[in-house]
């Protein structure tokens, strides 16, 4: 028996708030090691504790009591100027809150916890007491996700880039080569190991499931462990509810305007009032999917939450001093999303963490301040969510990067010789960009960024890098909006109508022969004194075009670039609801929508149509002549 027939919701519940709880205090706990005098944030931080021990009480979960207390008493001594908070001391409480964590992760195999780890509550107690611990190794908050894990060996070695782009060991030579992946521990060995160590035979079930038999080790039930509940703000539920009235009350209207003109009535005011209910109704209905499809958006935040810790314990792990920065919190992205998106994240940071960031003493000659910073960044362009992943470390040297690539074989002379930066960036993301050397002790082990590359592409998204030897690199994620209602521009290409974010258009434009200037072999126009390259959108598409075109969209790229995208024509605006292309998808089509005659329209990708081959270099100015100018 688990312990917990009939208090399933309960359950759930206290897991979800409890949850949401701890990560808050973890955030705050690294803010409080900045800031360890801030006596609201220890307040803060002893409610949230308190919380979760009342909670915990409620399910007779004793030992998890115990351990909440015990901290929450050392809280209580530090919000009391009783003692002060030191690194030790702050060792202390982050393995008993990991320890909280992994009880966490048994309640919601619907069991019961153990004892916490013996020594956390030895080193609660003797710091209680007014002694110093002892000190023990800091364990990073999340170990290396398991997503498609590569076989050892064959994945990129971390260690043999950093050799690669900075020209020094990431470790010391003629260490043992990287071990396979350890078996998950049983259950009396999980305590005070994080619950995210645990692969996943620890997490396979929800607190709801019977207890039987674990999970097969070293794989995840996806259907079990993917959360598909969503929480949503009342004041959103409230906005459906009233508009679903409002669309009642109007249908009503509409059917009592139909009873009258059946009968007859066909006055002038009669068809007023129909031509304001329609108008009404349509009204509504557009507001009420824009509220409907909000209630699957979701803060990223909420993945960002448990970022702070993972690169506290990791930086402190490596004796590095980093600040992980974070923006964009409220920008809302699709629930589906938010989940498939953790492992990468948490990868690309503890990389940047590893190996982005200098050591102090590198930091210190390079004449940098000994604190460096790694920014997570979310915000919306257009048709696009962009989540930025950037150092202020090292860098990386392209030269360095195709010299590797070229002794690993994996491209040719040729092939390095035309190279440019971007694309040598780019070769990181390579399988088997690797060697045999020995691996990081926290990076390297099975997830390298061929797989963050192909978890990414899952997402219908892309991933580009920009770095700067010496100064730091940026990792930008880009992920279309696919759930969503997107106010589009309707353009038509040889009669064929097609979509493009309006967020990212800036004006339309004729385009005349004589206006259009030829600027190292590519079209170009003056707008206003900005001399902007011409993109006609049959180029884009690889379409033989019958007569130049006519007309110019001037839009704004996702890289605050601005062009022009030539076309036949224009059709006017709609606010389209995005439907995904799961089966097939062409490139440069990021989903399909539905117009209100019921004719169906390609949403165009303009991110990926630039990215593809050729696609940037332009035409000539003789394609925006007439035909028999371009035949003289």
Known sequence: MSGFEGMEDLLQDFLVEAGELLAGVDN?????????????????????????????GFLNATELVTLCH?????????????????????????????????MFDTLERGMQPGAADPAVIAALKQVLAGKAPAPAPVMPAIATPVVAAVPTGSGPDWNAMFQAVVGKPGAESGSAATPPMPVPPTSHELAGVPADQVVAAAIGRRATDKPGAPAPVGRRDSEKSRDTSIRVDTARLDQVLNLSGEIGLTKNRLNALRSEILNGHTDTDTLHALDQAVSQLDQLVSDMQNAVMKTRMQPVGRLFQKYPRIARDLARSLGKDVELELVGEDTEIDKTMIEDLGDPIIHLIRNAVDHGVESTEER????????????LEARQEGDHIVILINDDGRGMNAEKLRAKALEKGLISGDQANIMDE???????????????????????????????????????????????????STFIISLPLTLAILPVLLVQLEQQPFAVP???VREIIPIRADAVQ???????????????????????????AKRPPTFGVLMQGIDHSAFILAIDGFMGREDAVVKSLDDFRPKGVS????????????????????????????VPRSAFLPPQDQAA
């Open 28 to 56: 705050k706990l690294v803010d409080l090691e900045q800031r360890s005098g801030d006596h609201s944030l220890l307040n803060e931080i002893f409610r949230g504790f308190h919380t979760i021990k009342g909670g915990a």
């Open 422 to 472: 971007r694309q040598s960036f780019e070769l990181i993301m390579l399988p088997g960009f690797s060697t045999k050397d020995v691996a990081s002790d926290v990076s390297g082990r099975g997830v390298g960024m061929d797989v963050v590359k192909t978890n990414i592409q899952k997402l219908k998204g892309n991933i580009d890098i920009l770095s700067t030897p010496g100064r730091g």
């Open 591 to 618: 989903g399909v929508t539905t117009l209100s005659n019921g004719k169906i329209v390609l949403i165009l990708d303009m991110k990926e149509l630039f990215g593809m081959s050729g696609a940037r270099r332009g």
């Open 364 to 375: 210190r000659a390079a004449g940098k301040s000994e604190k460096s910073r790694v920014r």
């Open 70 to 102: 015990l901290t929450e008493n050392l809280f209580d001594k530090l919000r009391n100027n009783q003692m002060s908070l030191t690194p030790e001391i702050m060792d202390v409480i982050m393995a008993a809150t990991a320890g909280v964590r992994t």
């Open 502 to 504: 309006l967020s990212m």
């Open 518 to 544: 030829e600027i190292g072999g590519r079209a170009t126009m003056v707008v206003r004194g900005e001399v902007m390259p011409i993109y006609p959108l049959n180029h884009l598409l690889g379409w033989n």
